[in-house]
Every structure is written in C-alpha cells, then in structure tokens.
C-alpha cells in the first residue's frame, strides 16, 4: 500500500484478502479506514497523490537513508550493507529501486523466513534504518499528518515497536 498505486490496491479482493489473511493487531481497524480511504479515490487520482508527495518533492521521500545521509559515501555503503543483507537471505532485488526503499524493505520482512533463523542480529541493520527513516519522515509532514500515506507510515512504526516489544518479551521468558 506504501508503493506506487496499482489498480489491485482499488479491488475489492485486495480488501476481502486483507480482512480475512491479516493478522489482527490493534493497527487492523485502522488500516482498514486507509484502504476505504483510498477506495474512495480513481487510480488516477492515487497516482497523482503519489507523486506529488513522494516523486516530486525532496521533504518527503521513502528511501530511509536519504533523510540522514541525503547522497553522502556513507549513504552508498549503507545501501551496499542492506542489499548484502536481502542477499544472504536468499532475495535479490530485481528492478530499479534502492536497498532502503521503505515498500521494498516491508515486503521483505513480510515475506521472509527468518524467524527462527541465527541470522536475526542482523536484521537490526534494517530496523534501525527504517525506524530512524519514518521518524525523519513523519517528522516532515507533521503539516500533512492526516494523509492516508503517512498515516500508513504511522501505522508501520507501531507495528514495528509491537514486534520488537513481543520480541523483547519472549527473550526474557526464556
């Protein structure tokens, strides 16, 4: 829902499929008012939306590393560190985007397995990028906070801090 729109995002399916295959969280209602939001848009209109708040205008953007490190040889290593990471869990990026791509790096902790993997310490990498990134992020459109994206981000970043809390508490049980 963070990527550029496609029409599936519009169809009742994408819908049906979330309320029946996610998971529920106390962020579940609400994401379900971003998506009657955006249903009560064209794809058209989604578009365009997208655009003028994430492709043509520097104060918002969702490559996390770019709010701290703007083009800096810092940034390039970074990006280097997370495509590694993608790669050593078997995902390479195919397409245009950058290793910080906010959509890119969501899908990937949505759909890797790497639960139980010994690997995990590594994913703080990730983490830590995208908590600094939507915090820089959200910190920018505080004029604009009753965006349907940025309610999103906001949305990613509570359930980021509940897994970390689930994660913290299992540590402490065993």
Not at 10 to 28: C, R, V, W
Not at 42 to 52: D, G, I, K
Not at 105 to 117: H, T
Not at 123 to 134: A, I, K, N, P, W
């Amino acid at each position: 829902m963070l990527d550029y729109p496609e029409q599936d995002v519009l169809d009742d399916e994408f819908y049906e499929d979330f309320k029946k295959n996610y998971s529920e969280t106390p962020s579940k209602s609400d994401i379900e008012d971003v998506i009657n939001e955006m249903h009560s848009y064209s794809l058209e209109e989604l578009r365009t939306h997208y655009v003028s708040l994430f492709e043509l205008n520097n104060r918002y953007t969702l490559y996390m590393t770019y709010y701290k490190m703007t083009d800096s040889r810092e940034r390039g290593q970074l990006l280097a560190k997370l495509k590694m990471l993608y790669e050593m869990f078997g995902v390479r990026i195919d397409g245009s985007e950058l290793s910080d791509y906010l959509p890119l790096m969501l899908e990937f902790l949505a759909y890797s397995d790497w639960k139980d993997d010994k690997r995990q310490q590594d994913l703080q990498l990730m983490f830590s990028v995208v908590e600094d990134g939507t915090y820089s992020l959200l910190k920018n459109a505080e004029v604009q906070e009753d965006d349907m994206y940025f309610k999103l981000i906001r949305i990613v970043r509570a359930e980021f801090k509940s897994c970390l809390e689930q994660t913290e508490k299992e540590g402490e049980m065993q």
